[in-house]
């Protein structure tokens, strides 16, 4: 959740940016995605792996504005930054999943990586932080207001990073063969929207799809993504329509992708969707239309095991975190979803054993606040014939 405790300080920025004459001419570089694809086979019947989804909050706690005069100015100061990343990654450890889907994985990622490397392969690519520097290599050459508007107008005004990375353990083979970057983000500082709806074109978020095999030969699928974030201020006035729109937007992009590639491979979807089932239609648009398509079945693990399959109604008005709750909670579920998806001809289907939300062991010192954006999400699948 990218939300508003950061709009300040980039509000700041940019109005900085767009009101001087010109800017120091330096020449930056951005970033660029690839993608493929594949197909199947699957042996052991019986065989199980773990998969956590949790967003480690990974923006900087202070961002260095000394090129446009403005020094060193703070972003994210609450959060976890290097102490409380690394301590996150032996949490990790000691939890032993199989797979570890994060997000917002930024300028902390070393720390990170620090206590997985032994045990995980670190094969899937950093995204990088969060730097002015990243910000104005999509402006044109040399930078002024005016390309700064330019790039605005594009899009191109942003860190090109999803912020998304997966880890697996050793005895695991695979690889990363897609990664998509959503076709929607709302908020543009034309419309000075951009900066009021928790920063989503400050950051070029979207999917990452990954081709898996386990141990004993079980072969999956494996998506980790970071949907459309509201912020507290829109969410509270009920003002954030447009976000709730653009999440659909990703859902929907997100279920033609799967079914798109789907083959006889089983499926895992894990994600911060910052998405509740009261807020946003996720079970119409998302969920129905594959149970509904006769290729494949989806099921959310957390409903199933926690809920006896039956999703929330959707509410009018506004749909927020409980007050006094843990790690963005509303009556129990949390902003991070795991999806799993069996094609009908699969010889080996998914299904869920265990589901955690982890509120109570992922905490600070003061036993309350999470170490990370929000309470891990984790669960532990079994494939039956």
Not at 2 to 30: D, E
Not at 50 to 77: H, R
Not at 102 to 120: H, I, M, P, R, T
Request: charged fraction near 25%; charge should be negative.
């Amino acid at each position: 959740m990218y939300n508003n405790k950061n709009n300040v300080i980039m509000r700041k920025i940019l109005n900085y940016l767009l009101t001087a004459a010109t800017v120091c001419g330096i020449s930056f570089a951005a970033a660029s995605c690839t993608s493929s694809d594949d197909n199947p086979v699957s042996p052991d019947a019986g065989e199980t792996f773990s998969i956590v989804t949790l967003n480690v909050d990974g923006l900087p706690a202070y961002i260095d504005a000394t090129l446009i005069g403005m020094g060193v100015m703070p972003l994210n100061v609450k959060g976890p930054g290097e102490k409380y990343t690394t301590i996150i990654s032996q949490y990790l450890v000691e939890k032993d999943f199989d797979f570890i889907a994060v997000q917002e994985d930024f300028d902390f990622n070393a720390q990170l990586d620090s206590k997985l490397k032994e045990g995980y392969h670190l094969s899937d690519t950093w995204g990088g932080p969060v730097t002015l520097e990243a910000y104005l290599a999509g402006v044109e050459q040399p930078v002024s207001s005016e390309t700064i508007l330019a790039a605005l107008e594009k899009g191109t005004f942003c860190v090109h990073s999803d912020g998304c990375r997966l880890y697996w353990k050793k005895d695991i083979s695979g690889a990363r063969v897609d990664s998509v970057s959503w076709r929607t983000r709302f908020g543009d500082v034309i419309r000075p929207t951009h900066i009021n709806h928790a920063n989503d074109e400050m950051l070029t978020k979207g999917f990452r799809r990954y081709e898996m095999k386990l141990k004993g030969g079980t072969e999956l699928v494996v998506y980790n993504m970071h949907l459309e974030a509201s912020d507290d201020e829109t969410e509270a006035t009920g003002e954030d329509a447009v976000d709730r729109r653009s999440r659909m937007v990703h859902y929907r992009d997100l279920r033609d992708h799967i079914m798109t590639h789907l083959d006889k491979r089983p499926i895992v979807v894990v994600g911060d969707m910052n998405s509740y089932y009261e807020r946003d239609s996720v079970e119409i648009q998302f969920i129905n239309a594959i149970n509904q398509s006769g290729r494949a079945t989806i099921g959310d693990v957390w409903i199933e095991l926690e809920r006896g399959g039956k999703y929330p109604a959707l509410e009018k008005g506004v749909v927020m975190q409980d007050l006094g709750s843990r790690g963005w909670s509303r009556k129990g579920q949390v902003l991070d979803k795991i999806f799993y998806v069996n094609p009908v001809d699969a010889v080996r289907k998914l299904k869920p054993m265990s589901v955690t939300i982890d509120s109570v062991g992922y905490v600070r010192e003061d036993g309350w606040t999470p170490l990370g954006d929000h309470s891990p999400l984790s669960a532990v699948f079994r494939f039956e014939r």
